[in-house]
């Protein structure tokens, strides 16, 4: 068999494993029922933690559900099954609720969390993929993932039925971040590091203040502006009038009054009505001002224009923004 056929072939057996899942996560939205309703409900009130367990691949879902929930206001941890029977079930308390993940609903080393949760009353919801398995029999809340074939010819492989359990979790937690009308500020409390909590970032937390900021009065000589804006090393300088906004020197201005330059004022000088952010507004949206601009720094200021601190899209850069 040649390189081509084979590479002909696999690219058939991709193409067929996706879109079997792609048809199982299909079945799986149509089938959602008032099962899913309940499950979150419960999960929307419970005053504890929510509990995630599963074994072997469903525990690698379980796992993720769980960090999902932790960062999108839902707390809850992991729990092993094997651990939890050599002590990690004092990890569950009344008031906690269980999410528990198998698809043939009769994994072993679930049987002593759940007898667990039946003996101290902890609220269950049963994620399986067999009607009448012992899981979804012994759970409070009962949610039945559809017969979808897995995506290998043999069907033993957990492919398709590990899609559609995380699929449901990601449901889950979207729809109880929906409830509790959890916000882009919020997520960011949660997940302050990488690229996610970056993009994040507002302006306040970025920019700078106080006495870094190169603030000059209108009626400033232009030889003390130079040497403001040559000090603090944005290459700007902001005029303020009560601690006002009224306008800004850039590298471009200098250059257009170039004659007699030293003679002037800074108003005389200035570009008026300058371009500025709010510091509540995302660096992000900062980030985009300067870039559609052309300019490297923009003043912070709020709704009546008072200057609370200047942006340079350096710190955007270093913050990992963009």
């Known amino acids: 068999m040649s390189d081509k056929v084979k590479t002909k072939d696999t690219l058939k057996i991709g193409q067929r494993v996706i879109l079997r899942e792609a048809g199982a996560l299909q079945m799986l939205g149509d089938n959602l029922n008032g099962g899913f ?7 929307l009130n419970t005053k504890g933690r929510v509990i995630v367990c599963g074994m072997g691949k469903s525990g690698h879902i379980a796992r993720k559900i769980a960090a999902t929930f932790a960062s999108t206001g839902t707390p809850a941890h992991f729990v092993h099954p094997a651990e939890a029977s050599h002590g990690d079930l004092g990890m569950m308390a009344q008031g906690d609720v269980a999410l528990m993940l198998s698809n043939s609903g009769e994994t072993p080393e679930l049987a002593d969390v759940i007898a667990y949760t039946r003996r101290f009353q902890i609220p269950m919801i049963g994620v399986a993929g067999r009607a009448g398995s012992t899981l979804l029999v012994q759970a409070d809340v009962a949610i039945l993932l559809p017969e979808a074939p897995e995506a290998c010819d043999t069907g033993i492989v957990p492919t398709t039925s590990t899609t559609m359990t995380l699929a449901l979790g990601d449901a889950m937690a979207i729809a109880l971040m929906e409830q509790r009308q959890f916000t882009p500020e919020n997520f960011r409390d949660f997940h302050p590091g990488g690229k996610l909590g970056a993009r994040l970032s507002k302006v306040a937390d970025l920019m700078h203040k106080g ?59 200035m570009t008026e009505n300058p371009s500025t952010v709010s510091p509540t507004s995302l660096a992000e949206e900062a980030l985009a001002t300067m870039n559609a601009r052309k300019i490297t720094t923009l003043f912070v200021s709020d709704h009546d224009n008072c200057v609370s601190g200047i942006l340079h899209i350096h710190d955007c850069l270093r913050a990992g923004v963009g």
């Open 37 to 43: 309703s309940e499950a979150v409900d419960l999960l």
């Open 211 to 269: 006495d870094d900021l190169p603030l000059i009065a209108p009626d400033t000589p232009m030889s003390e502006a130079l040497l403001v804006i040559s000090q603090k090393g944005f290459g700007v300088a902001g005029i303020v009038r009560d601690n006002r906004l009224v306008g800004v020197i850039t590298d471009g201005d200098l250059r257009r009054h170039m004659d007699g330059l030293l003679d002037k004022r800074a108003s005389e000088v």
